[in-house]
């Protein structure tokens, strides 16, 4: 628009000649103009012309007008209070005419209110608001490390947990060294047959040669070697307690004697096989008691699991026995009555037979998954080994018992 100017001042000339009147205001002007007389200021072919272009100058007019109503609804903002001031008449056509952009009168601009950004000022405002809160925090995390550094400092200096805990999940594995092996194969010879090897005091069991090759590969476990063993978890508790949970070792004869009443269950039978002078304790201060199940060719291990509250069944073929599951809980009743006075309530204890675990895939290992089942439980650690490790699992048992002899 920047021709508009000299349009608008052609114009006025002609709308002279040919508009009895035209009224526009500008900055509260009116402008006026009369009729004149035309006879020596147009000829008719030329009328016809002018009277066009002031039509189309018609149309700038309005333009301006369109201006001045923008203006007056600024002037209606001015008198709300808002802190703006609208520019004049003259100077909005002037800057029209000028060709400058008309971002000025946009109804939709915010007023400004300060030299900042609106959304800047609100972030400052809102920033000064949290200043308090996030010096007051900052002051409480700078205190806590400055305590954290000095119970360090305070605190003597411990084995890092987690390689405690590796070197517990290791134990069970540890290699053999060399004399372990020739001691082990010597007992295994057939020189050492009728040899008496080892003779367990505390249980009265005697290890023959014969009876050790039971842990050869193939064959399966007897009940000596089994009892033997798990006697020796025992002693192992009382000697580290912190390292192992308190435990309760049934020999493989208790579950037998247990169910051989006429109604499948008699607890007189084994009444006095866990009496305080024989135990030095009670099963009820255990935190697990393992039994030993054989099922003719199978060996598997129930656990009543006082730490958990829970009665657990564990088959390396992946059975289950209900009657089991029937009588541990009437056992444990019946116990903890006769030996503490109590009345124990067993009814909201989890039944479990355990699925996850490992499993047999021969004919013969069910003996050694069974005692290490009883082995790692009493470790509290899961049961993280396999089929391949019974070959080991095999030749160490062999070799803790034999280390009964140095003892």
């Given at each position: 628009?920047?021709?508009?100017?000299?349009?608008?001042?052609?114009?006025?000339?002609?709308?002279?000649?040919?508009?009895?009147?035209?009224?526009?205001?500008?900055?509260d002007e009116v402008v006026e103009v009369t009729n004149v007389d035309d006879a020596n200021d147009a000829s008719g072919d030329s009328g016809v012309e002018e009277i066009a272009m002031v039509e189309s100058e018609r149309e700038d007019v309005n333009k301006l007008?369109?201006?001045?109503?923008?203006?007056?609804?600024?002037?209606?903002?001015?008198?709300?209070?808002?802190?703006?001031?609208?520019?004049?008449?003259?100077?909005?056509?002037?800057?029209?005419?000028?060709?400058?952009?008309?971002?000025?009168l946009s109804l939709n601009q915010r007023p400004a209110v300060s030299d900042l950004p609106y959304h800047k000022k609100l972030l400052n405002d809102s920033?000064?608001?949290?200043?308090?809160?996030?010096?007051?925090?900052?002051?409480?995390?700078?205190?806590?490390?400055?305590?954290?550094?000095?119970?360090?400092?305070?605190?003597?200096?411990?084995?890092?947990?987690?390689?405690?805990?590796?070197?517990?999940?290791?134990?069970?594995?540890?290699?053999?060294?060399?004399?372990?092996?020739?001691m082990i194969a010597d007992a295994l010879s057939n020189s050492s047959r009728r040899k008496v090897l080892v003779t367990h005091e505390n249980s009265n069991i005697a290890i023959t040669g014969e009876v050790l090759r039971?842990?050869?590969?193939?064959?399966?476990?007897?009940?000596?070697?089994i009892n033997i063993y798990l006697e020796l978890l025992k002693e192992r508790e009382k000697k580290e307690p912190k390292k192992f949970l308190k435990c309760h070792f049934f020999s493989t004869f208790f579950y037998k004697k247990l169910i051989s009443g006429k109604t499948g269950y008699d607890y007189k039978s084994v009444r006095r096989w866990t009496t305080q002078k024989?135990?030095?304790?009670?099963?009820?201060?255990?935190?697990?008691?393992?039994?030993?199940?054989?099922?003719?060719?199978?060996?598997?291990l129930a656990v009543i699991n006082k730490k958990e509250e829970k009665f657990q069944y564990l088959d390396s073929l992946g059975g289950i026995d209900k009657h089991v599951m029937r009588v541990l809980p009437k056992y444990f009743m019946d116990e903890v009555k006769d030996?503490?006075?109590?009345?124990?309530?067993?009814?909201?204890?989890?039944?479990?037979?355990?699925?996850?675990?490992?499993?047999?895939?021969?004919?013969?290992?069910?003996?050694?998954?069974?005692?290490?089942?009883?082995?790692f439980y009493s470790r509290n650690i899961g049961l993280c080994f396999k089929q391949e490790h019974m070959p080991y699992f095999r030749l160490r048992t062999a070799m803790e018992i034999l280390k009964l002899r140095a003892d």
């Open positions: 628009m920047a021709n508009l100017l000299s349009k608008y001042n052609r114009a006025k000339e002609v709308a002279k000649g040919s508009c009895k009147f035209v009224s526009f205001e500008i900055e007008g369109e201006l001045q109503n923008i203006r007056d609804k600024y002037r209606e903002l001015d008198e709300e209070n808002l802190e703006f001031q609208p520019s004049t008449s003259s100077g909005v056509v002037s800057e029209l005419l000028d060709g400058k952009m008309l971002e000025s920033s000064e608001k949290r200043d308090p809160k996030l010096k007051r925090l900052s002051f409480d995390i700078k205190l806590l490390e400055e305590k954290r550094a000095l119970f360090k400092q305070l605190t003597p200096a411990k084995k890092d947990e987690a390689d405690k805990d590796e070197d517990v999940l290791l134990e069970p594995f540890r290699p053999l060294t060399e004399d372990d092996k020739e039971c842990l050869k590969p193939g064959a399966w476990l007897n009940d000596e070697v024989k135990l030095g304790y009670s099963l009820l201060e255990c935190d697990k008691i393992f039994v030993p199940v054989h099922k003719e060719i199978h060996w598997c030996k503490n006075g109590e009345d124990i309530d067993v009814t909201s204890w989890q039944q479990e037979y355990v699925k996850d675990l490992p499993n047999q895939e021969n004919g013969f290992d069910c003996g050694v998954f069974m005692i290490k089942y009883a082995d």
